[in-house]
């Protein structure tokens, strides 16, 4: 590009803790959400190849008689109607803070400044962002899992070769669509013509936007740490089982465990709070580099 935009994309992490306040609670939801669906794949494995299906509905079967068992479906209902609504809101309000820090208007910088961008921006955004997860890679992933259950291995091949196809679809529609959130926010475009605009940007900045596309990586290191998180989790608590008989130090164990479990989930939290807000500021900053040519062409 003929401008660095990493030099002020890092500028602005290094600068603005208030926007990573902001996003801390949206990246808390992004992460737990991430968190239930790689335990959910490891606790299936486990359960799949120890041949343990038994043992685990009768804990499903027990679990649902439990007196709290409601408790626990409504609090689940909740968090995932958090997730499924703030996420979306947060990415208009995220955008528009770091406009407001590279056009140096401080006074934006408020809570009110911040709920009126979510909610402006709220329809749109909430409609690209549910569309983009079709194509996301934990998605595919998942989906991949899944029509394997469904379907048994003996269909492992051509699954396979669908959801390779599918992958490589993926990629080419994220980079294709890298501007749309853009041109929703500053443009004040609907989803479909937004993705017309973005696509235009992206044939003509191919290069620029396929390089920078891969930054997008860094997102997915969360994965790779969350996976981490739950593999070690559950073995530190069968090994404490295992060999701890007092129930002194069992509790004492368990409550330091607990502890450093959450203060693991709040790091990467905060990791994924900044890796998320710099790779948006990098895409912001592609964004009004090209707009420049862009505008000129339109012209």
Known sequence: MEHNIITPSWELINKTNTIKKFNFIPS????????????????????????LKDQFFSLVIDF???????????????????????????????????????????????????????????????EFHNFMGFFRLLSIITFYFLTLRIFGQNYAFVISIVF???????????????????????EKKWIFEAISLSTRMTLDNMWTTSKLYFTLFLVYLRIILTVVMFLVFPI??????????????????????????????????HLNSVVEIFVDSLWYNAYKDNKKTFEIEEN
């Open 64 to 126: 649902v008689h439990k007196s709290y068992f409601i408790e626990v479906l409504i609090t689940l209902a909740i968090w995932f109607v958090l997730y499924m609504f703030v996420k979306p809101l947060a990415e208009g309000g995220i955008v528009c803070l770091i406009d407001a820090f590279y056009n140096k208007e401080a006074g934006k910088y408020r809570l009110s400044y911040w709920i009126s961008q979510w909610l402006l921006h709220f329809l749109p955004v909430f």
């Open 164 to 186: 390779g196809i599918y992958l490589l679809l993926s990629f080419v529609i994220n980079i294709l669509f890298a501007y749309s959130k853009f041109f929703i926010i500053f």
């Open 28 to 51: 808390l939801l992004s992460t737990l959400y991430l968190s239930v669906i790689v335990f959910y794949q490891i606790a299936f494995t486990y359960i799949y190849i120890f041949e």
């Open 236 to 269: 530190i608590v069968s090994t404490i089982f295992a060999y701890i008989s007092s129930k002194f130090f069992f509790i004492f164990f368990i409550s330091l465990i607990a502890i450093i479990f959450v203060v693991f989930l709040l790091l990467i939290t």
